[in-house]
């Protein structure tokens, strides 16, 4: 059903990724990228029985052999000990550089696959498929790995997968709260480049077409990463709703998602005082029936305002933020106190 949409990023290292979107993907056929002795498929436990499938389709059709780790779940296990356990796990099957590893799961498990990938042997293969709306995304597209060691993502390489399979059937089913974490990043790159999703979003909230928000978004976000991988110029529009929605959601202890929604209402409410920008309210009237929040939770003002002053798109200058002139239209803005402190405000945090 459908058709597949096919990209290709050329990564610095001369290595490229291909990325796959559309119905009936995940299998070994789309997986397996070039004949290979071993495949060792890493996964989390709630999509585990989709990776033991990917197993045996591969070793029916494929390899001799391919093996399972099912890793502890999510961000609690995204970190140097679980990659330790990986490169254990690997040299026990006597996995070499012509070998593959594929990342079934979430964003935290390809993230996490991605980088013991990118590190073991100096570099093996390794293939995709996300199986949360924000692993297919944002996490999953791009290139960058990592683990957290202490701080969130401090350890990590650029490296892009060989391949992606972003199977839209595997979304169908996702739990809400998950669907809703995945569609504050797929909105966000509407409101940053791509119409088309913001007005699905806007018609049918939640419950917007898969078919027609994943692979526009993909879209947006391997043009970004495409033009730039380093992360300069037009990369850091993805960071539109982050550098607010950082700090808020370490403060706040609140999701990401959740974060990065509150984020986006106080750079639309930046946006309309600095640019003009004339959609502050429908862009929180979207946000807002996607079931995201509009408004802050009880936060430390002083926590917020340090993690502000920290955050990584800080420069001598003062802080840099992605703003919006219209839908689609995104710059990167110095921003002054009093104008963060109406960003704020937007979103129910009171700076003293
Ligand atoms: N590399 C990047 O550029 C990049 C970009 C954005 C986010 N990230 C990373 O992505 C992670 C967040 O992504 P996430 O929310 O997908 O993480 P996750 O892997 O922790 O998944 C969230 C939860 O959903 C479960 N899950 C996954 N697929 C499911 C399915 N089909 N059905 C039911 N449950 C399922 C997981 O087991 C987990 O409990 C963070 O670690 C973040 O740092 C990376
Ligand atoms: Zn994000």
């Known amino acids: 059903m459908g058709s597949t949409a096919i990209h290709t990023i050329d990564g610095a290292d001369g290595r490229r990724c291909e990325i796959r979107v559309g119905r009936g993907l995940a299998n070994a056929d789309n997986l397996i990228v070039r004949e290979v002795a071993n495949v060792a498929v890493l996964t989390q436990p709630a999509v585990a029985a989709l990776a033991e499938l990917v197993a045996d389709q591969a070793r ?3 390899t001799s052999s391919a093996h399972v780790r099912i890793l502890p779940d999510g961000e609690a296990a995204k970190n140097l000990t679980t990659v330790e356990h990986v490169y254990e796990w690997l040299n026990s099957l006597g996995f070499t550089r012509s070998d593959l590893v594929i990342g079934v799961g979430g964003g935290a498990l390809t993230d996490l696959a991605g980088f013991a990938a990118a590190t073991y042997l100096r570099g093996v293969d390794v293939v995709y498929l996300p ?29 892009h997968p060989s391949r992606v399979i972003v199977d839209l059937d595997l979304l169908d089913e996702i739990p809400g709260a998950l669907r809703r974490e995945g569609a504050a990043e797929a ?55 982050h550098t607010i929605g950082h700090a808020i959601e370490v403060a706040g202890s609140i999701s990401h998602g959740e974060a990065v929604a509150i984020g986006m209402v106080a750079a639309g409410a930046i946006s309309e005082e600095m640019l003009g920008f004339p959609h502050a309210a429908r862009q929180r009237t979207i946000i807002e029936h996607l079931g995201l929040p509009v408004v802050a939770p009880a936060v430390d003002v002083e926590l917020v305002a340090t993690l502000m002053g920290r955050d990584k798109k800080r420069d001598a200058a003062g802080i840099r933020m992605v703003l919006l002139e219209d839908f689609g239209r995104p710059v990167l803005r110095h921003v002054a106190e009093g104008q963060i402190a109406t960003g704020l405000a937007a979103v129910g945090v009171a700076l003293g």
């Open 131 to 159: 199986t949360s709306l924000l692993g297919a995304v944002d996490a999953s597209i791009g290139g960058k790995t990592g683990v957290n060691v202490g701080g969130k993502n401090l350890a990590g390489v650029f490296r």
């Open 60 to 62: 029916r059709d494929r």
């Open 187 to 241: 909105v966000k790159a509407g409101f940053i480049a791509d119409r088309a999703i913001v007005d699905e979003y806007e018609s049918n909230g939640i419950a917007a077409s898969l078919d027609v928000v994943v692979p526009a978004a993909i879209a947006v976000k391997v043009h970004a990463v495409t033009a730039d991988f380093r992360e300069k110029g037009l990369r850091a529009i993805l960071n539109y709703g």
